[in-house]
């Protein structure tokens, strides 16, 4: 997938002052996104969302950009929405159930992220990232209900200043146990093996509020979560 990013990331807008959150235009669209990819699986076009939202199809491109820049989502080489975080628009090895619609998550993080946005629970499929083996979860809103293997764990790389989906989301992954993640993070510098609680508990920093009225100007990252525990 080649995806293109408008500009560099913001900068802060001054350190003092609580965030005013993202522009209620972009804010708009953005929740438009998210709730039609719940409903239909995928992206609407440039001119449905101007139909939908009662408006140009420039101000579709300027306010998808407006998010790009924020992080919330990537454009392709077109503009196209490639990915709203935490959904991928094209299909990835992590499958969640929501509605009885399968819907990909752009990484093992995002999976995890969507009982909590979303305020229920949910199925999640995925694979082990070096063995292949499935790995099935269902999760609710703070709470892993059961995993199998119940050794699952997941292996992540922290996303800092460069966009998630170049950078983190391919070596953000669940493994099948201990074993696997040790292999992974030796495969992969800069990864770090999760248990899922701890997993869970980062993800849902990230996605729990994001349908909420008012979301950040830019959106909330994976912090470096804890010291590698021995290297
Ligand atoms: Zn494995």
Redesign the pocket.
């Known amino acids: 997938m080649s995806t293109t990013r408008a500009s560099s990331p913001p900068e802060a807008v001054g350190d003092a002052g609580p965030d005013p959150g993202l522009a209620m235009e972009a804010r708009r669209l953005h929740r438009s996104l998210i709730e039609a990819v719940l409903a239909t699986g995928s992206v609407p076009s440039v001119r449905e969302l101007a139909d939908r939202l009662g408006t140009t199809e420039d101000a579709i491109h300027s306010g998808q950009a407006e998010l790009a820049i924020a992080d919330y989502v990537a454009l392709d080489d077109r503009g196209q929405v490639s990915c709203l975080y935490p959904f991928s628009t094209t299909p990835t090895s992590h499958v969640i159930v929501i509605n009885g619609q399968p819907q990909y998550a752009m990484c093992s993080i995002d999976a995890l992220g969507m009982p909590a946005m979303l305020g229920q629970a949910l199925d999640i499929a995925a694979g ?1 990232a ?2 292949d ?1 499935p790995i099935t979860f269902r999760v609710a809103p703070g709470t892993i209900v059961a995993a199998t293997p119940s050794e699952a764990m997941v292996v992540a790389r922290p996303d800092e200043a460069e966009p998630a989906f170049a950078t983190c989301c391919p070596f953000t992954v669940f ?3 201990q074993e ?1 993640a040790d292999q992974f993070m030796r495969r992969i510098a800069g990864t770090q093996g999760l248990p899922l609680t701890e997993a869970l508990r980062h993800a849902e920093e990230i996605f729990g509020s994001l349908l909420t009225e008012v979301i950040p100007a830019s959106r909330p990252r994976g912090r470096r979560w804890g010291q590698s525990r021995d290297a």
Request: aromatic share 0%; charged share 10%.
């Open positions: 082990c070096v063995c083996r493994v099948c146990g696997h």
